[in-house]
């Protein structure tokens, strides 16, 4: 069963055509060599965080992709779902109670409006299993909540599209929640 030059020859025709076709319907998106140690990457904010924080991998890892694409504006939406679930995780760790609204619904405002009353409070519980003075864990919690401020003003300023990101201001932000995830991890404050 020997085929000939023909046959073969319109085979790889039609098959060059097809694939054609179907590259000619197919998109791609180019990401820069620089950029792609933010594509696709499970533990981009390294393994404490990783670890500590299940429900921010899903946010971490699109952060980094959308880094790696120029998406500034989806890459500060992430970063700042990042940032809440880290909030959620610290409100809980001090047993902040919102009545009527689990913490995961709440509104900044609230959650910090609560933590800076437990701050307040005579005695404050000290992160993860440390064993740290008062006065320390105070100053640790507040050096927190001074960041949430921070985070705040960037969160409303991207939920509510009133800025336009460049590469600059998500590697700012990048790293600053980067900084912040590391030192909850750090400090034994986790979503368990």
């Known amino acids: 069963n020997q085929r000939n030059v023909s046959e073969i ?11 054609l076709h179907e590259l000619c319907n197919a998109n791609f998106a180019f990401i820069h060599s620089d950029k792609l140690k933010y594509f696709e990457q499970e533990k981009l904010f390294e393994a404490a965080v990783y670890d500590n ?23 500060m939406y992430h970063l700042m779902c990042i940032v809440n679930i880290g909030l ?7 047993r902040v109670i919102i009545k009527k609204i689990p913490l995961e619904y709440a509104e900044w405002h609230t959650m910090i409006d609560k933590l800076e009353k437990k701050m307040k409070q005579k005695t404050v519980r000290p992160p993860g299993n440390n064993k740290m003075a008062q006065a320390e864990a105070r100053t640790f919690y507040n050096g927190l909540l001074a960041e949430f401020k921070f985070f705040k003003d960037m969160r409303n ?19 600053r929640v980067l900084d912040f995830m590391k030192r909850l991890a750090k400090a034994g404050i986790s979503e368990s």
Not at 53 to 75: E, M, V, Y
Request: with cysteine.
């Open 157 to 175: 300023d991207t939920m509510h599209a009133h800025n336009d990101y460049k590469e600059s201001d998500v590697e700012s932000a990048y790293i």
């Open 88 to 94: 959620i995780a610290l409100a809980r760790r001090l």
């Open 53 to 75: 924080f299940q429900s921010a991998r899903a946010d971490i890892k699109d952060a980094g992709n959308c880094r790696a694409a120029d998406l500034h504006a989806a890459a």
């Open 9 to 19: 020859y319109a085979d790889m025709k039609g098959l060059d055509s097809a694939l």
